[in-house]
């Protein structure tokens, strides 16, 4: 690869390419922000509140929108949203896993302008918080876990802008050796049980990176909020959120393996059936989701039911649903035009003859690579990869 040594040599080594500056972004009344903790408005007929954690309730989604707004997405903070100037921001690329090997003092700073001059590139991608469904552990199943207790809303389909971070190696010259890449954000440091984690940080592998990771500027054709990582943020497409850093700081390249307590004391399977080197976990699970409320209310007459399937693996090949608490199966309907990306899957089914009384709504999806959503998930004492078929409450009057 073409070595870059400088920030000079690195804006004459990037492909200047055009692009329409993305759209000023919109969102309801600041008067239902939560000041310090989450910048956009979180108003409760779209969130369910969860401190700094915001979920997006399924009853409000739009049936006829694909992608997930910004101002719809859920939030995931370790602290609190930071406030960060455009203008005043720069990534720093430094470790021995560049071609030359650079420390952290002598780090390249690359400004958003300067990556702004690489090729642009769209793709879309779930997100989701790798806790998603973490309160059926004991809803359904029983079992205490630690954590956020989200039902399924953390969780949206986003279409992201930015630069793949292959050609930003490319552009800042990557060694053959290096094997491990660590991502930090600017929000502020984790302190936790009176231990100061340090900034959010994680670590991935190389070839993750020269395949489809994405430094991202932009979400749905808009600029990034504050809450989901303006003005730059690592996305990993498939896996799990935690390693989609938000705020990206700083990019480790390094010739040897790197942790951070993000991928060794959390985001890996514990508990008394788990061995002590279970490896950080990564592509996420399938999972699907109604689009309705927990206490959604229906008619007692033909309704069409509706709801999402997703998977970090691929797309989802086919969902089998049950309208009678799991005593016989038959196969939604899937919407084909929502197979043409690595987003989610919508499906619906016809309830021909709903009768009057409470009913569960159990959705199974199977992946094009052949995983089906169990009947029970494997239970972990953080309450990760919930992926066991939900069981969604309904009453018919």
């Not at 989450?38 to 369910?48: H, M």
């Not at 719809?72 to 071609?99: C, E, M, S």
Request: charged share 20%; aromatic share 8%; with cysteine.
């Amino acid at each position: 690869m073409t070595l870059v040594t400088s920030r000079r040599g690195f804006l004459a080594g990037a492909a200047v390419v055009g692009g329409a500056a993305l759209a000023p972004v919109s969102w309801p009344a600041p008067a239902l922000a939560r000041p310090g903790l989450i910048a956009k408005p979180t108003p409760p007929e779209w969130f369910i509140d969860h401190g700094s954690n915001a979920e997006m309730l399924w009853g409000s989604v739009d049936r006829a929108s694909y992608l997930t707004p910004q101002s719809r997405l859920f939030v995931r903070n370790h602290t609190k949203t930071p406030t960060i100037a455009a203008g005043d921001y720069a990534l720093r690329v430094f470790g021995d896993g560049l071609a030359t090997a650079r420390p952290e003092a002598d780090a390249l700073s690359l400004t958003l302008r300067d990556l702004q001059r690489l090729p642009r590139h769209r793709l879309t991608s779930v997100l989701e918080c790798t806790g998603n469904g973490r309160r059926y552990y004991a809803a359904q199943q029983g079992e205490t876990v630690s954590g956020t207790p989200w039902g399924l809303g953390a969780v949206g389909t986003v279409r992201w802008e930015g630069v793949r971070l292959r050609d930003v190696l490319r552009a800042v010259g990557l060694s053959r050796d290096a094997v491990s890449i660590q991502a930090a954000g600017l929000d502020d440091p984790y302190v936790n049980g009176g231990v100061d984690h340090g900034r959010v940080r994680r670590p991935f592998p190389v070839a993750k990176a020269l395949d489809d990771a994405l430094l991202a500027w932009g979400m749905n054709g808009e600029d990034l909020l504050p809450d989901h990582g303006y003005p730059l943020r690592l996305v990993l497409p498939g896996w799990v959120g935690i390693g989609s850093i938000k705020w990206l700081g700083t990019l480790e390249v390094s010739r040897s393996e790197l942790t951070s307590p993000w991928n060794t004391q959390w985001y890996r399977m514990t508990g008394p059936q788990w061995p002590a080197d279970a490896p950080a976990l990564t592509v996420n699970p399938v999972r699907s989701a109604w689009e309705l409320a927990d206490d959604a209310v229906l008619p007692a007459r033909p309704v069409t039911l509706t709801g999402r399937s997703w998977s970090g693996a691929g797309r989802i090949s086919q969902v089998s649903v049950s309208l009678d608490d799991g005593a016989s199966w038959r196969p939604a309907v899937l919407d084909r035009r929502s197979r043409q990306d690595a987003g989610w899957t919508q499906w619906s089914v016809l309830w021909g003859r709903p009768r009057p009384g409470t009913h569960h709504l159990l959705a199974r999806a199977t992946d094009e690579l052949g995983r089906t959503q169990p009947l029970r998930a494997a239970v972990n004492s953080q309450g990760y990869f919930f992926d066991a078929v939900v069981r969604q409450p309904v009453v018919v009057a």
